[in-house]
């Protein structure tokens, strides 16, 4: 089969298309012919050296697709959704995404929802996997104290983690607040639900915070900087509040004052979800097919792609992904390199 290899760690350029033998489904697995492979932030560091595949994955890049599956193991005991051959998937991987054919536990399979393309699908499992562990199962974002629904912010808002999490969040009724790096995406993540986007290069976003919130804060914080943004998050926080940390951009390093967290009840937490086991994971994507699917095909989540790229292109699409220019999701189309077709990119920011 066709692939896109990391021929040495370095900039966007070390992606080579390659060749490599077919993947073969063991227990508990699904071979699926991928359509189409989303491109992450993890996808960028892993090229770069900086974060190795868990034991036992691929070492091709790639933690989501979306396609058809063409073989596996269809036991009814790891098979929560009756998945069978044949079948339109999109699935979350430990990697091996950027190829024509990837193994997946058939657990971290989802079924397409019922109107996307595999192009829109294949922009899915990555983020929503992230933001739900994250925001609704470690954050626990729900009922307040009072019973009053809770608010969020979301650092990064016109990321592909940003607008998943803004739709979500807003969706399930609650307030969503977020940044973004001008006052263009700052609009997008409006559009997409979030109440209020700040634009940080030019407001402070725990002023902004503060005043949207009668000086209360908010609830959580989805925070993919760090660094020296934990120290103001810690103000822009309601008493009780939480932070989740799931990326660094802004360093790995951070002076708090831990008072504050004892007197007014903060958590500090974080994670990183791929090298959890399959059970987990599993988890999560019956909650996802339970809460959020039903949104995506009502209409109200959609998925936002910025580009796709056709597979061969993998090195540009990596090269956006650095200049972080984009709003929304970048996705890898496998057709041309597979069958001839023509690849297009009929998709908009919002």
């Not at 940003?162 to 995406?185: C, H, N, P």
């Amino acid at each position: 089969m066709k692939a896109i290899e990391i021929t040495e760690f370095g900039a966007p350029e070390v992606l080579k298309p390659g060749e490599r033998p077919m993947p073969e489904a063991g227990k508990c697995e699904v071979l699926i012919k991928v359509a189409a492979s989303g491109v992450n932030r993890p996808d960028v560091f892993q090229r770069k050296g900086a974060y190795a595949p868990p034991p036992g994955a691929s070492d091709l890049p790639g933690l989501e697709v979306a396609g058809e599956i063409v073989d596996g193991d269809f036991d009814a005991r790891h098979n929560p959704f009756g998945l069978k051959k044949g079948d339109r998937v999109c699935a979350l991987l430990a990697g091996g995404g950027y190829a024509e054919y990837a193994v997946a536990p058939i657990e971290q399979c989802l079924p397409v929802p019922a109107g996307l393309s595999d192009i829109e699908a294949a922009s899915l499992p990555e983020t929503f996997f992230t933001v739900w562990s994250n925001v609704f199962e470690r954050a626990h974002l729900g009922a307040g104290e009072n019973g009053e629904e809770e608010t969020l912010l979301v650092q990064g808002g016109s990321s592909g983690i940003g607008v998943t999490a803004i739709q979500i969040a807003r969706a399930l009724g609650f307030r969503v607040f977020a940044t973004a790096g001008s006052d263009e995406k700052c609009r997008a993540c409006e559009s997409l639900g979030a109440e209020r986007a700040i634009n940080y290069k030019t407001e402070d976003f725990v002023e902004v915070v503060k005043s949207l919130t009668n000086d209360r804060g908010v609830d959580v914080i989805l925070d993919m900087v760090a660094g020296d943004y934990l120290p103001r998050e810690l103000k822009a926080l309601a008493d009780g509040g939480r932070i989740c940390v799931i990326a660094l951009l802004g360093g790995a390093k951070a002076e708090i004052n831990l008072n504050d967290i004892l007197r007014r009840r903060l958590v500090i937490t974080g994670s990183t979800l791929r090298p959890r086991p399959i059970a987990f994971k599993a988890k999560i994507a019956a909650k996802l097919k339970e809460r959020v699917w039903p949104e995506i095909e009502a209409g109200r989540i959609k998925p936002v792609i910025h580009q796709v790229f056709p597979a061969r292109e993998a090195a540009a699409a990596h090269a956006l992904m650095e200049s972080s220019t984009h709003v929304g999701k970048i996705v890898l189309d496998w057709r041309e390199m597979r069958d001839g077709a023509r690849c297009k990119t009929p998709f908009s920011a919002v």
